[in-house]
């Protein structure tokens, strides 16, 4: 299975940015899309950005024109870029591997530890 450590979370204040990496484990990541999810307290896990292997990427209405995913295949790593931060945006954040196509992904059953982000002042 895949190996996953996202990291880059912390503390920033309202309107402030955070860009998130995920290095990811194995020959196949150029092959596989891949995804950000975050989950908040007492809230569901929730889809925030997703990116095929060709480039592609999609988001979350909440998040479309704040954050950017993108993708280093020569590094193995995914990266959500976060501008414009909101509270709403307070949540553990999780990259993983996700299967199926645009509009309806479903992610690997194995998670990384994901990464805190808390927006306050």
């Known amino acids: 299975q895949v190996q996953l450590v996202e990291s880059g979370g912390g503390l920033v204040q309202p309107g402030g940015s955070l860009t998130l990496s995920c290095a990811a484990s194995?020959?196949?990541?150029?092959?596989?899309?891949m995804a950000w999810y975050r989950q908040a307290p007492g809230k569901q896990r929730e889809l925030v950005a997703a990116?095929?292997?060709?480039?592609?990427?999609e988001y979350a209405r909440s998040v479309k024109a704040r954050f950017t995913i993108s993708r280093d295949n020569a590094k193995n790593t995914v990266y959500l870029q976060m501008n414009r931060l909101k509270s709403a945006d307070t949540a553990v954040y999780y990259c993983?591997?996700?299967?199926?196509?645009?509009?309806?992904?479903?992610?690997?059953?194995?998670w990384g530890q994901g990464t805190q982000v808390t927006v306050s002042s």
């Open positions: 990116i095929t292997s060709g480039g592609v990427d």
């Open positions: 993983n591997v996700v299967h199926g196509f645009l509009g309806s992904w479903s992610p690997d059953t194995h």
């Open positions: 194995g020959s196949d990541f150029s092959l596989n899309a």
